[in-house]
């Protein structure tokens, strides 16, 4: 058997336990969570939201469904409620909008009293390959960036106190790994410098980004060691990772009973819109990592990278 059959073994044995764990209820003393625990969901109409959606409220969780259309998560949501899933609403969400960020904290403020588990799910890609324009690499880092940073610094005053702490999940991609063999920057200082949890700063994933789309827009992106295909998307999943290790430093300073830790976690290759429907892993073995991390009984995990319920490394 070859590497990548023992690869693929693995992974299908991974997945068949992964499985099995799901049918094993939470017992009493692990469900930290009643229905009176809210979940928001960003991009929950379609995909692995909308499975990350369905598994919670199946966990009992009341579920926020947001989705750019109104409309449609509203549909989204009516199909839930027809499956035996209550608990659930929806309101209109746009993360690239700072007034409709603005709006639904409002909103979600006045109805709901704030969060208590946030799920980064919303995401665009248009790369499937070594091509990239100007107007989707901007897109890209907008909405899988900027776009879950605008929902975490917006989220955060409304997160409820909790001897279990808050929690917030980003939806990212192996791609954006900094040591990934296959994928990765290749400047070994820059590389060294978003490694460094001690002097990673905000300003540095920004100025990385803006050096990325200076480059993508002049046209010498290719020369500076950027990851040759998915491109944009990896960079853009490469800033979430960081900024999900430099928060969770930021946020480990709160004090006991307002907690939030947050952490990361890749789907895999999942049959869905944004591949084209040309992935290899269910939604519901997409979406299990996600719900794992919102719902994981111990505490103080935070500013980890997961896939397949494994933490791995950034």
């Given at each position: 058997?070859?590497?990548?059959?023992?690869?693929?073994?693995?992974?299908?044995?991974?997945?068949?336990?992964?499985?099995?764990?799901?049918?094993?209820?939470?017992?009493?003393?692990?469900?930290?969570?009643?229905?009176?625990?809210?979940?928001?969901?960003?991009?929950?109409?379609?995909?692995?939201?909308?499975?990350?959606?369905?598994?919670?409220?199946?966990?009992?969780?009341?579920?926020?469904?947001?989705?750019?259309?109104?409309?449609?998560g509203v549909e989204s949501v009516k199909v839930l409620q027809e499956g035996g899933f209550m608990?659930?609403?929806?309101?209109?969400?746009?993360?690239?909008?700072?007034?409709?960020?603005?709006?639904?904290?409002?909103?979600?403020?006045?109805?709901?009293?704030?969060?208590?588990?946030?799920?980064?799910?919303?995401?665009?890609?248009?790369?499937?390959?070594?091509?990239?324009?100007?107007?989707?690499?901007?897109?890209?880092?907008?909405?899988?960036?900027?776009?879950?940073?605008?929902?975490?610094?917006?989220?955060?005053?409304?997160?409820?106190?909790?001897?279990?702490?808050?929690?917030?999940?980003?939806?990212?991609?192996?791609?954006?790994?900094?040591?990934?063999?296959?994928?990765?920057?290749?400047?070994?200082?820059?590389?060294?410098?978003?490694?460094?949890?001690?002097?990673?700063?905000?300003?540095?994933?920004?100025?990385?980004?803006?050096?990325?789309?200076?480059?993508?827009?002049?046209?010498?992106?290719?020369?500076?060691?950027?990851?040759?295909?998915?491109?944009?998307?990896?960079?853009?999943?490469?800033?979430?990772?960081?900024?999900?290790?430099?928060?969770?430093?930021?946020?480990?300073?709160?004090?006991?009973?307002?907690?939030?830790?947050?952490?990361?976690?890749?789907?895999?290759?999942?049959?869905?819109?944004?591949?084209?429907?040309?992935?290899?892993?269910?939604?519901?073995?997409?979406?299990?990592?996600?719900?794992?991390?919102?719902?994981?009984?111990?505490?103080?995990?935070?500013?980890?990278?997961?896939?397949?319920?494994?933490?791995?490394?950034?």
């Open positions: 058997m070859g590497h990548k059959e023992k690869s693929k073994d693995r992974k299908d044995k991974r997945l068949q336990q992964i499985s099995l764990l799901r049918t094993i209820p939470y017992s009493d003393h692990q469900r930290w969570w009643s229905k009176e625990t809210i979940a928001v969901v960003t991009g929950g109409n379609r995909g692995i939201g909308f499975e990350i959606c369905r598994q919670l409220a199946d966990h009992g969780v009341t579920v926020i469904l947001t989705s750019r259309d109104a409309g449609v608990e659930v609403a929806s309101h209109q969400l746009n993360i690239l909008d700072s007034e409709s960020v603005d709006q639904f904290a409002e909103w979600l403020k006045e109805n709901y009293g704030g969060l208590d588990i946030l799920v980064n799910n919303a995401g665009v890609n248009f790369n499937h390959g070594s091509d990239m324009t100007v107007e989707n690499a901007r897109k890209v880092i907008d909405t899988n960036y900027y776009g879950t940073k605008r929902m975490i610094e917006a989220m955060i005053p409304l997160m409820k106190p909790s001897a279990a702490g808050a929690r917030i999940v980003n939806v990212t991609s192996r791609v954006g790994r900094l040591n990934g063999k296959r994928h990765r920057i290749e400047n070994d200082d820059l590389r060294e410098r978003l490694s460094d949890d001690e002097s990673l700063t905000e300003e540095l994933i920004d100025e990385t980004l803006s050096t990325f789309m200076q480059q993508v827009e002049d046209g010498s992106w290719k020369t500076h060691g950027w990851p040759q295909i998915f491109t944009d998307y990896a960079v853009s999943k490469l800033a979430v990772n960081v900024y999900t290790r430099h928060m969770a430093r930021k946020l480990s300073e709160r004090e006991e009973g307002q907690k939030i830790y947050i952490n990361c976690y890749c789907p895999g290759w999942v049959k869905t819109a944004l591949t084209d429907y040309t992935g290899s892993v269910t939604v519901e073995e997409g979406a299990d990592t996600g719900v794992w991390l919102s719902l994981l009984p111990e505490q103080a995990i935070t500013g980890k990278f997961f896939a397949e319920r494994r933490e791995i490394h950034f």
